[in-house]
């Protein structure tokens, strides 16, 4: 496939995710859309998805190939994980770290929120239980564990 029609899929599938169209998410994979490929703006189908709290479709995308920790945007956005924490989507955030979600990847390249900030932001005590169960736990931006 060119490049062209993969770009037009890509805007498409994440339009597709952005709007919770599952029949057209999965027509568009079924054309070649691929999960990983971000649009011209740098947003990924998975990010759309999660931010949105899609579970059937962040399901559906993460089946297709869509890695669970691939950052989303130019700085505006980030992962997928810390997307969903954020809205308090809980179902989300079980379905990405039952496929490997990362619960203390920080956005931004390592340098923003972890998920477990996010949804400390908000009255989301389910997320952080689920968080913490996955071993999410305060890290300086280094990584390492903060006591």
């Known amino acids: 496939m060119n490049r062209r029609r993969q770009k037009k899929l890509s805007k498409k599938l994440v339009a597709a995710a952005t709007f919770g169209d599952s029949i057209r998410i999965n027509a568009l994979l079924r054309a070649g859309a691929r999960p990983e490929i971000s649009d011209t703006e740098g947003t990924t189908p998975l990010y759309a998805a999660s931010v949105n709290g899609a579970d059937d479709n962040v399901l559906c995308l993460l089946a297709a190939g869509a890695l669970p920790d691939t950052e989303s945007g130019r700085g505006a956005e980030g992962t997928p994980l810390c997307a969903a924490a954020c809205w308090g989507h809980t179902e989300t955030v079980r379905t990405l770290l039952d496929h490997g979600a990362d619960p203390n990847l920080r956005e931004d390249h390592g340098m923003g929120r972890s998920p477990l900030e996010w949804a ?10 689920i968080l913490l169960a996955a071993g999410a736990g305060p890290h300086d931006r280094a990584g390492r564990p903060v006591s």
């Open 120 to 129: 400390m932001t908000g009255p989301y005590p389910e997320t952080l239980a």
